[in-house]
């Protein structure tokens, strides 16, 4: 009896523990780091009537909870290999690949998934950010409205058609989805946090730092709200307040890149361009890859005149961001500086048509286009950014249009001294020539006013008397 209870204590403790195993494998999300061992026992030693899928698909989520994305992928392939109608593992896997930047590949899982499972908004909205991911705009806005149809309190869904609508431009659209954002989740700072971003594209500057303010009082701690807040600031322009923002989120995150990028922007318009650059540097250690430091260093270096350094880092940044309207429209104006009108041209191209109506693109181009002696062109593309609206991108777009205004300013005020001068000139002309026509009228009638005078006639009777005596008498002598 000893034997047979020491038996069914083994049994129980075996079958707790095998309980406690499968509890810690299903806590993949929460705990990944007790997960990942238990899923892997449950795997190479599965307990009768064990889901081995489930437990490939757990290991998977704590893998990509770890960061190892590479090892999730596999884990879900081998779920989807023991299941193969295995929606999450599908929804998993096309995450991992969304993550890589594979975004062809998570669109096909999830595909897959929806094929399975045609009634799920995640999944409709998972495809939406895939496709945002490959700039499919039209594409992932109906995703996103087909999760939004499903179910009509589906946060996230509302928060990416937001984000779609800022990047096509549609900022009322985008504010109106951040409103329901803030509705559903008011105490999450996400939906302020969006708002104020587009408040910013807007130029309604107070507006945003509102909703940064309703942000940083939800979640004080994060670096991220007090950087944008002070940028902000910046484009307000109140400098100080901008920078004491910056350094407020530096103290709290040291590694912040963002708030070292954006404060090189207020040390810029401070006219401490050293600092600016020494934040660019730091920047750029943080993240090697930001594309918005190397543009931003490449501008203030332009403004030092550095044209070199500056076209290295505006290389650099169009190779990290080939799209980006920004760091082609600053490689532009270094070009156009540097002498290489054909590469500034090709680059403010590019621009407008990836955004057809960024102010500073147009502007830059009407001075490229001046440079090279068309006017014509440039007046055109100066007219083409005042015609445009100054709340959006307005910390570009706002200077972009004060120099257009001053270029045709320049422009009409020359051809006006040009006009003036060739006006005199035709006058000048004229007057010499009525002078030059006056002068041989004159001649003329000089000419035929004048007679010649002729030796006085001695009369016919006096011609006799002389003939007559042979010899010349003074005429008038009788």
Not at 18 to 25: K, N, P, Q, T
Request: charged residues 25%; proline residues 4%.
């Amino acid at each position: 009896m000893r034997w047979v209870a020491r038996l069914l204590v083994l049994l129980l403790a075996m079958s707790q523990a095998r309980a406690e195993g499968v509890a810690l494998c299903d806590r993949a999300a929460a705990d990944p780091d007790a997960a990942i061992p238990s899923c892997t026992q449950l795997i190479e030693h599965p307990p009768e009537g064990i889901n081995v899928a489930g437990a490939y698909n757990n290991r998977g989520v704590a893998k990509f909870g770890k960061g190892y994305l590479d090892d999730a992928i596999a884990d879900f392939t081998s779920a989807l290999n023991q299941n193969p109608k295995f929606v999450d593992a599908f929804k998993n896997r096309g995450l991992a690949y969304k993550m890589q930047g594979v975004a062809d590949k998570a669109i096909d899982d999830f595909n897959k998934a929806l094929r399975l499972n045609g009634n799920s908004p995640e999944l409709y909205n998972l495809r939406g950010a895939a496709l945002l991911d490959k700039l499919e705009y039209n594409r992932a806005i109906a995703d996103f409205e087909k999760a939004i149809g499903l179910n009509q309190k589906y946060r996230n869904a509302f928060v990416n058609r937001g984000l779609a609508f800022v990047f096509t431009r549609q900022l009322s659209r985008a504010i109106a989805d951040f409103d329901m954002v803030v509705r559903l989740s008011p105490r999450d700072p996400l939906g302020y946090l969006n708002r104020a971003m587009t408040r910013m594209d807007m130029g309604n500057f107070t507006g945003a730092i509102a909703d940064y303010d309703e942000a940083i009082r939800l979640d004080p701690n994060t670096s991220g709200p007090y950087t944008r807040r002070g940028e902000a600031w910046r484009l307000q322009g109140n400098l100080q307040r901008s920078l004491d923002d910056h350094n407020k989120a530096i103290a709290l995150n040291p590694v912040d890149t963002e708030a070292y990028n954006n404060r090189a922007l207020t040390f810029k318009d401070l006219g401490k361009l050293a600092e600016a650059i020494a934040d660019c540097d730091q920047a750029i250690v943080l993240n090697k890859n930001s594309d918005f430091a190397y543009a931003t260093r490449g501008l203030i270096l332009q403004l030092q005149g550095n044209l070199w350094r500056s076209l290295t880092d505006l290389n650099k940044a169009v190779e990290l961001k080939p799209n980006s309207p920004i760091a082609l429209t600053f490689r532009g104006d270094t070009l156009r500086e540097s002498g290489n009108i054909g590469g500034a041209m090709e680059d403010f191209n590019k621009a407008i048509l990836i955004l057809p109506d960024f102010v500073a693109a147009y502007t830059g181009r009407g001075l490229t286009y001046e440079k090279k002696g068309e006017v014509t062109n440039a007046k055109a593309d100066y007219e083409k950014a005042l015609s445009l609206s100054g709340e959006v991108d307005a910390g570009l777009a706002r200077p972009s249009k004060a120099k257009a205004r001053e270029r045709l300013a320049a422009l009409a005020a020359a051809e006006a001294a040009r006009a003036k001068e060739m006006a005199e000139r035709a006058e000048q002309e004229a007057r010499a020539k009525a002078a030059a026509e006056l002068d041989a009228n004159r001649y003329r009638t000089a000419a035929t006013s004048t007679t010649v005078a002729l030796p006085p006639q001695i009369p016919q009777d006096i011609q006799k008397v002389l003939q007559r005596r042979g010899h010349v008498l003074l005429i008038g002598f009788c």
